[in-house]
């Protein structure tokens, strides 16, 4: 079965430090890999996407993310961490099959940066 | 949020009663979703619309329905058949992008609704 992980429910990080949300995949073919950001009582927001090329993509706020292949993991990472970070954080996946729009969802990583 | 509304932002519904929530993009964009948050759930995808005047099934379609008359408008009714839809809904759009092709497409997401049944 084709699915998302986000292994842990929550982390914690000290303002100032490096964060890193875990992801890792699993489905057949070559992915496209998504990183959103929710704040309470709010839509989604999207943060970065991979598609192809550079493993490392950057995108808003000073996030990025490395796709690793081998380790079937897209990682979310920050240098330094903000209290305004604080939010829940999904990663999703996309099989990359012509029309396909369906996106596979992680089930959410709570991170709470304290000052 | 920008370009995706969603109305109304909390909605309170008495058992036995349909409500239909709206959404409305003025993206331009060809595909409309509707997704179903609960806590600890993560998103569950309910139906989506890659064109007007069509609609497919998601993952949790039962009791819910959703018409696609118009490009920009993908409105969800919430029937008396979902036995349990007190939940954040949440609707996004997604267009092609610049020399890509459907599956490499954005979702982007509306403010959310909060329906909770009485």
């Known amino acids: 079965a084709q699915s998302v992980a986000q292994p842990e429910d929550q982390v914690n990080v000290a303002e100032g430090n490096p964060l890193t949300v875990k992801c890792t995949y699993s489905?057949?073919?070559?992915?496209?890999l998504f990183w959103y950001v929710q704040y309470p009582n709010r839509g989604l927001q999207f943060l970065l996407k991979?598609?192809?090329?550079d493993n490392l993509v950057k995108g808003s706020y000073g996030f990025e993310a490395e796709f690793n292949k081998s380790q079937t993991s897209f990682h979310l990472k920050k240098p330094s961490a903000l209290v305004s970070d604080s939010a829940l954080y999904f990663c999703?996946?996309?099989?990359?099959?012509?029309?396909?729009?369906?996106?596979?969802w992680g089930l959410g990583t709570s991170l709470a940066v304290n000052p | 949020d920008g370009g995706i509304t969603q109305s109304p932002k909390y909605l309170f519904r008495k058992e036995g009663q349909n409500v239909t929530l709206s959404c409305e993009q003025n993206?331009?964009?060809?595909?409309m979703y509707w997704y179903r948050q609960d806590p600890g759930q993560g998103l569950r995808l309910i139906y989506y619309?890659?064109?007007?005047?069509?609609?497919q099934k998601g993952d949790i379609a039962e009791g819910y329905s959703v018409s696609r008359e118009k490009k920009e408008s993908f409105p969800l009714t919430v029937t008396s058949a979902q036995k349990n839809p007190t939940a954040f809904y949440l609707c996004?759009?997604?267009?092609?992008?610049?020399?890509?092709?459907?599956?490499?497409?954005?979702?982007?997401f509306g403010p959310g609704t909060r329906l909770t049944v009485l």
């Open positions: 996004a759009s997604s267009g092609r992008e610049s020399g890509g092709h459907p599956s490499t497409d954005t979702q982007y």
């Open positions: 993206l331009n964009h060809d595909a």
């Open positions: 619309s890659q064109i007007v005047n069509d609609f």
């Open positions: 489905v057949s073919g070559n992915p496209y």
């Open positions: 991979y598609i192809t090329g």
């Open positions: 999703a996946v996309r099989l990359n099959a012509g029309n396909n729009r369906k996106l596979i």
